[in-house]
């Protein structure tokens, strides 16, 4: 437990940045990627649950897949913190504030078969694509073009890894149809 009596910065507050981005634009930019931090948060903790828990035929392609995307997660997180950092903000980090700033929600506790687990992790995918492409052009026209642009790499990852799971949810498979009763 911390011994300093207060905070250096409250959590909601922005405060100047050498980045030389107006404190109200700065907040509307940081606010969106706090969004977009949790929802990438709430993504990589159900990838990982889903990379524990998968079973079957294809056990060791999906594992090392959802593994790979859970790492892409965490990688955009640490972009989108350092860059609401860098505005003057504070991330999200905590359990609490990242249920309350996420766009999406977080699947349940139980275990579920992998095509609904990865239909799961789809439905959060599309979502967290439709808020990106808004705050991309959300940044764009505050005149905040480097948040944009680190928006839009993390836009083309998330699409590939959702491309992906597409590709895992099609009907085509190697497992013979009596495999599955």
Do not use: C
Request: charged residues 30%.
């Amino acid at each position: 437990m911390s011994t300093q009596k207060s905070p250096r910065r409250e959590f909601g507050s922005v405060g100047e940045n050498e980045l030389r981005l107006e404190t109200e634009k700065a907040t509307q930019v940081i606010d969106a990627l706090n969004a977009d931090l949790a929802a990438t948060y709430v993504l990589y903790h159900q990838l990982k649950k889903h990379h524990w828990n998968v079973e079957g035929a294809e056990f060791r392609d999906i594992h090392e897949f959802l593994g790979e995307a859970a790492e892409n997660a965490e990688e955009a997180a640490d972009e989108l913190a350092e860059r609401a950092q860098a505005l003057g903000g504070t991330p999200v980090a905590g359990p609490a504030a990242i249920a309350s700033h996420a766009p999406v929600d977080s699947e349940d506790e139980d275990v579920y078969d992998i095509r609904t687990s990865l239909g799961n992790d789809l439905n959060v995918y599309g979502d967290i694509i439709e808020n990106l492409r808004d705050h991309v052009e959300l940044a764009t026209n505050l005149g905040d073009h480097a948040t944009a642009q680190i928006l839009r790499e993390i836009l083309i990852e998330v699409e590939e890894d959702a491309h992906h799971i597409e590709h895992y949810l099609e009907d085509d498979t190697l497992v013979l149809e009596d495999a599955t009763r």
